[in-house]
DNA sequence: TAGATTGTTAATCGATTAACAATC
DNA sequence: TAGATTGTTAATCGATTAACAATC
């Protein structure tokens, strides 16, 4: 939403591909890691679709944008789905990723195991605060900022993340924008001023909650 | 997308708003109060949307599905759009909240400013871990999970963010239905199944990086 | 073969944008 | 009055769904 939730594509070199689609598509990755920790060697989309809240034709054509990856009659081989939607979204190779701020949130973040089971590898924290830099939180080391250079430089950072305070977001941006960072998580309730080539996506944690406020003031849909 | 990030309505009894109005609402709401923190008494649709990156039709054209705020010839004063955005979305009204789920990320949300800013109140915090229990956390009682009827009751809980992990969040998410409460935020990155009256968000904080990721590997627009 | 399920086309539905009369 | 800006209609654009031949 916001930032955050942004619902069409608003395309740069494109693919043609909606924004919405590739979402769900996290979410048939989501759902078919989950099929098979159950042990199930295939599923169909209609099962998909039902298990998600979306119709078997969406989960087949949100698919087909990108291959043919069912056997029809058959279904879709979890594993192999598996494997070609990690390959879409770029997941089946590592990512480096840093985080900006070391305050609750960004110590949660540094230890969301979440991260790493997806394929994300947090490399380095930062932040200005003397009493934390050179401290290490869940095995991460934390950097003042303006070491930010240096570090990015050594581990080919290419995504950062940002929690640190919405008067601090802005400049926290830049300063990853000037060392190459190619995509910025932002979780500051701030809409960040960003080059066009680098790319966001915002969480406000805020917002999130007020939009299950307005569902539930007006029994609509919740997701 | 996710349970995180819908796109369209699925509406219950409904209203006829898009829900991706709704979402443009919240950028609405949270820009026009950085706007008034600078001493900016008015705005345009022109304006919201250049700062937002949409049209400016896109922007009366969403408001204009709750009335009529603006001034033709002036814009929006924005501390009407403000109080107007707030009553819409519900927030004009507190609303009680509980955390399950006191880890690192319980924790960093029962610490998090922004929820209080934007009029929740952050009531009470449950878990099963015996050591975290009768603790107080930011100021907020640990409760065991067993005294979920009992709290919910005494506060008129309404709202739930489940922040448990992901093989404890269905469990999480029975008990505070069971107990009344209205909609649910959830962390966890699993899928829950809830009856069709409560309401649901899912943030899934794997899957948002999982989509900056995409948004870069192919130089999409990225929110 | 009968049953299941895909990939894809055409039809439907919904959301965004452009344009403009009305208003200040 | 001239300039700015809204609210709203009609036109465009895009996304979802239904249907079905092809396949296993």
Redesign the interface.
């Given at each position: 939403?916001?930032?955050?939730?942004?619902?069409?594509?608003?395309?740069?070199?494109?693919?043609g591909?909606p924004?919405?689609v590739?979402?769900?598509?996290?979410?048939y990755?989501?759902?078919l890691e989950?099929l098979l920790r159950g042990g199930q060697q295939t599923t169909s989309s209609h099962q998909l679709g039902r298990?998600?809240?979306f119709t078997d034709a969406q989960v087949r054509k949100d698919l087909a944008y990108f291959g043919h990856f069912g056997h029809p009659g058959i279904g879709y081989r979890c594993d192999e789905l598996v494997a070609a939607i990690r390959r879409?979204?770029?997941?089946d190779q590592p990512?480096t990723?840093a985080i900006v701020g070391v305050g609750?949130?960004g110590?949660?973040?540094l230890?969301?195991r979440?991260?790493s089971?997806?394929g994300?590898r947090i490399v380095a924290a930062f932040d200005t605060d003397a009493s934390k830099v050179g401290s290490q939180i869940e095995g991460v080391e934390v950097f003042h900022v303006d070491r930010l250079a240096e570090v990015a430089r050594a581990h080919r950072l290419?995504?950062g993340?940002i929690a640190v305070p919405a008067a601090a977001a802005q400049h926290a941006a830049d300063q990853l924008v000037a060392h190459g960072i190619?995509?910025?998580?932002n979780f500051a309730?701030?809409?960040l001023s960003l080059p066009d080539?680098?790319?966001?996506?915002?969480?406000?944690?805020?917002?999130?909650?007020?939009?299950?406020?307005?569902?539930?003031?007006?029994?609509?849909?919740?997701?």
């Amino acid at each position: 939403m916001d930032e955050s939730n942004e619902k069409s594509s608003t395309p740069g070199r494109d693919a043609g591909v909606p924004k919405a689609v590739v979402n769900r598509l996290s979410l048939y990755l989501r759902e078919l890691e989950h099929l098979l920790r159950g042990g199930q060697q295939t599923t169909s989309s209609h099962q998909l679709g039902r298990v998600l809240g979306f119709t078997d034709a969406q989960v087949r054509k949100d698919l087909a944008y990108f291959g043919h990856f069912g056997h029809p009659g058959i279904g879709y081989r979890c594993d192999e789905l598996v494997a070609a939607i990690r390959r879409i979204l770029g997941t089946d190779q590592p990512w480096t990723v840093a985080i900006v701020g070391v305050g609750n949130l960004g110590r949660a973040l540094l230890g969301y195991r979440g991260f790493s089971e997806r394929g994300f590898r947090i490399v380095a924290a930062f932040d200005t605060d003397a009493s934390k830099v050179g401290s290490q939180i869940e095995g991460v080391e934390v950097f003042h900022v303006d070491r930010l250079a240096e570090v990015a430089r050594a581990h080919r950072l290419r995504l950062g993340v940002i929690a640190v305070p919405a008067a601090a977001a802005q400049h926290a941006a830049d300063q990853l924008v000037a060392h190459g960072i190619e995509g910025i998580l932002n979780f500051a309730p701030v809409t960040l001023s960003l080059p066009d080539h680098v790319r966001r996506v915002g969480v406000d944690l805020a917002i999130e909650l007020e939009q299950l406020t307005f569902a539930v003031a007006n029994r609509l849909g919740g997701e």
